[in-house]
């Protein structure tokens, strides 16, 4: 196992980690916190009320699901619902103080089922896995045993599958911590669904931290060996709310490497310098600047510099209209830039907006993508007895 990868798991138990997750979710709402900008920043700081529910109509099946709302002391909301654990809308300022949606989704759960979405899979908002980006052909092999998964995106398996984390409906547990508003997520992925080995436990906390950061950290155990790849498929775009696409956001990725991918996105193995490259944002760089240099689009693994360290810098993406900015900080070891390449018109989003070609972009932390069959890769095999635990934040700022 690598060092890099044993900065997250946790020789804890996992009811503690849940715990620890769920801080302060039994405090009720008429605690009252402080409301100086100083006071604002103490670690004692409670939020004054908690989540708003409400209904966001009903699954295939006829299950209701919820989308609940958490809002911070500076009016910026983030709404997520129990389907697929998925984002809807993150309300953030921008340079003038107007709030705006910079999340691409839908206004209600019909939209995240239909059979356009459904066809083209774009994973909106969602959470992924058991296993986030692609494993080669749909097979892998574990402590001497093969395993045999479902493909879904050409000859490969890709996020967790036909019926991954995104397409359940997670326990949903809304609460506060001394950050800010939260929401709990559980979900027990049983034994072979999937393909998949061992009965899996996941928890995944949304929260919303006054100085308008989105805090997701997840934690699983499981009960057999299995490889365990957990992100967030939020499609981003800091000037939304007009209807542009994402090529003028200025990207960077302290990254000088990136994973070499054969025609299917499959990496050959190959961690190849950025220098020179396309695939350079070491330095800020508009993402429609080299974007034709590079077939298809970005959609790609980036081998993320300091990687060893608990938290590190993953990306920083800065939008010259609004001046809204983006700060993603993880403790795992690469990130998916995706630029929206397959995205052609057909979906329409909240209030009918139209999702055409780099309407949004994706940063989903995660580790390497097939690195199930890849032993030169950070392992992301979980075993009985460990306790997964990874952190990743998107932070919104403004520069004026």
Known sequence: MTHSFRAVRLAVPFSSLLLLAACGSNKSADQTSASSPAAADSTQTKSTAMPTSASFGKTNDGTEVQLFTLTNASGAKATITNFGGTLTSLIVPDKNGKMGDVILGFDNVSGYQSPEFLKSGPYFGALIGRYGNRIKGGKFALDGKTYTLAT?????????????FDKVVWKAEPGTSADGQTLKLSYLSKDGEE?????????????????????????????????????NHAYFNLNHGAGKDILGHEVTIPADRYTVVDATLIPTGELRPVKGTPFDFTTPHAIGERIAQVPGGYDHNWVLNNAATPQHAAATVYEPITGRTMEVTTDEPGIQFYTGNFLDGTLKG?????????????????HFPDSPNQPKFPSTVLKPGETFHSVSTYKFGVRK
């Open 195 to 231: 393909g998949y080995p061992g009965n899996l436990n996941v928890a995944v906390v949304y929260t919303l931290t006054n100085d308008n950061a989105l805090k997701i950290d997840y934690t699983a155990t499981t009960d057999k060996a299995t490889p365990i790849n957990l992100t």
């Open 152 to 164: 879904n995106n050409g000859p490969n398996t890709l996020h967790g599958g036909k019926v991954g």
């Open 350 to 366: 909240k209030g009918g907006t139209v999702y055409g070609k780099h309407a949004g972009f994706c940063l989903e932390t995660q």
